[in-house]
């Protein structure tokens, strides 16, 4: 059965209500009064995606996504509501900005569900989980500065650790067995070997990977204590680019440290120059290596773990990379070739606590989740162009 999503729209509110049901009086009444208070959104549909029909036969569960309005979590919504998928986002919005989460609507033709606030608030996280029937979660909500977590090591495992602690309670509560978990390579340290694969040690050298590998030692923990548990931990690489569209794409809020932000405001003039962080490494052409995957392959991997938390249980680690390492030499010519722009660039002293060289085995993900990223190097610099010529000041 096909209806315009006009229709829909003017549904969502006794859609909403719907999720009452399942909660208590007391229950009741808060949602109510966040609801009213602003606190809980149900954000407007756009003029393009009033146009647009959904097919609300195919619609599949819905998914609670922290941290959704972020670089990552955004692309991830669009990849869930067009696989039709129903979403309910919760984000603070202290690295992101709520007009993504309108993009995103825009993109999709579909409603997001949203919930303001922060995840270590129980009450509101307790709201989130009683406005709709969630099947499972993809956590996104994390700081992830390194430089950031060396100085303030306190409040990186108060919101990384404290934030997975306090979803996880509320988790229970509902009932969600289904858990995806946004880790990072960070978690591997230094390499032994190369390629990574998901049995080497785990030994992170910064406070932000170490409150990765204890999120990850919980969920292992806690899938032996209820087997019922079915979490993924996707271990990302370097992603970067942005959505084909050029509707969203990564907003820093600071002055950038990864290399690709830096590399597009150095081609659109926004700092003087790209500083290239060494060139005597042990590599091909003595700059860094990295497995740089497009954010959007990406976000079709958390598809494909849901999926796979619905086909078994316990704790899974699984790499998302693409298995090829590209140097920042390599990088800056790509760049150059898709977008038709020099980047001017000078090599200056390595950085502190850099590696030479990190790149994913991604035979697991293969293997596991049927996934593996499609698109080149020369995709994600001609999305990420696109993304930051057309937001040169992000969303603001
Ligand atoms: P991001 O900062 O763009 O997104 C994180 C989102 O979480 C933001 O919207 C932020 O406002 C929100 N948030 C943070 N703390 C919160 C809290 N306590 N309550 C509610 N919302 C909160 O980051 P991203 O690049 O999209 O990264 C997403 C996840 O992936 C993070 O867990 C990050 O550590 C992990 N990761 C990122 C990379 C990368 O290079 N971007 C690499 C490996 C792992
Ligand atoms: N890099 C660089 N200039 C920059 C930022 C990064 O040359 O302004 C290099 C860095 O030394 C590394 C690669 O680019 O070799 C990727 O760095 P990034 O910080 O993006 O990722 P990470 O090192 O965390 O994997």
């Given at each position: 059965m096909r209806e315009?999503?006009?229709?829909?729209?003017?549904?969502?509110?006794?859609?909403?209500?719907?999720?009452?049901?399942?909660?208590?009086?007391?229950?009741?009444?808060?949602?109510?009064?966040?609801?009213?208070?602003?606190?809980?959104?149900?954000?407007?549909?756009?003029?393009?995606?009033?146009?647009?029909?959904?097919?609300?036969?195919?619609?599949?569960?819905?998914?609670?996504?922290?941290?959704?309005?972020?670089?990552?979590?955004?692309?991830?919504?669009?990849?869930?509501?067009?696989?039709?998928?129903?979403?309910?986002?919760?984000?603070?919005?202290?690295?992101?900005?709520?007009?993504?989460?309108?993009?995103?609507?825009?993109?999709?033709?579909?409603?997001?569900?949203?919930?303001?606030?922060?995840?270590?608030?129980?009450?509101?996280?307790?709201?989130?989980?009683?406005?709709?029937?969630?099947?499972?979660?993809?956590?996104?909500?994390?700081l992830k500065a390194v430089g950031e977590s060396v100085l303030r090591p306190l409040d990186y495992y108060d919101n990384n650790v404290g934030g997975t602690i306090s979803l996880l309670h509320a988790c229970r509560g509902a009932g969600v067995k289904r858990f995806v978990f946004s880790s990072s390579a960070t978690v591997y340290g230094i390499p032994q070997k190369l390629p990574l694969t998901e049995d080497m040690p785990l030994s992170p050298v910064n406070p932000y990977g170490a409150t990765k590998l204890v999120n990850e030692q919980l969920l292992r923990d806690l899938c032996v204590a209820e087997p019922a548990m079915s979490v993924v931990s996707l271990r990302y690489f370097n992603p970067i680019g942005a959505h084909a569209s050029g509707l969203i794409g990564e907003d820093p809020r600071d002055i950038p440290n990864n290399l690709f932000p830096c590399l597009t405001q150095a081609a659109i003039g926004q700092r003087e120059r790209l500083s290239v962080f060494g060139s005597d490494w042990s590599t091909r052409d003595g700059t860094g290596v990295r497995d740089y995957i497009h954010v959007v392959d990406l976000a079709l991997g958390h598809v494909c773990a849901l999926r796979h938390c619905a086909q078994s249980t316990g704790f899974t680690p699984i790499n998302l990379g693409t298995g090829r390492g590209t140097s920042v030499l390599e990088l800056i010519k790509a760049f150059e070739q898709a977008s038709g722009q020099p980047v001017p660039y000078q090599i200056v002293e390595r950085r502190a606590g850099d590696i030479a060289e990190c790149y994913a085995d991604a035979g697991l993900a293969l293997r596991l989740l049927q996934w593996r990223a499609t698109r080149d190097v020369k995709q994600m610099c001609a999305d990420g162009w696109r993304w930051q010529q057309g937001n040169p000041s992000g969303y603001s």
């Open positions: 315009p999503l006009g229709s829909h729209f003017r549904r969502l509110p006794r859609d909403f209500c719907r999720g009452l049901h399942s909660c208590n009086r007391a229950q009741r009444r808060d949602l109510k009064s966040a609801r009213d208070t602003g606190k809980i959104a149900i954000a407007k549909g756009t003029r393009d995606a009033e146009s647009a029909e959904l097919d609300v036969s195919s619609r599949l569960a819905t998914i609670l996504v922290t941290g959704g309005a972020g670089y990552i979590g955004s692309h991830t919504l669009v990849e869930l509501l067009a696989a039709g998928y129903d979403v309910v986002c919760i984000d603070n919005f202290s690295n992101s900005s709520p007009e993504a989460l309108r993009r995103v609507e825009r993109i999709a033709s579909r409603p997001v569900r949203r919930v303001d606030g922060d995840i270590r608030d129980k009450r509101l996280l307790e709201l989130a989980f009683a406005a709709a029937p969630i099947e499972a979660v993809i956590h996104f909500a994390a």
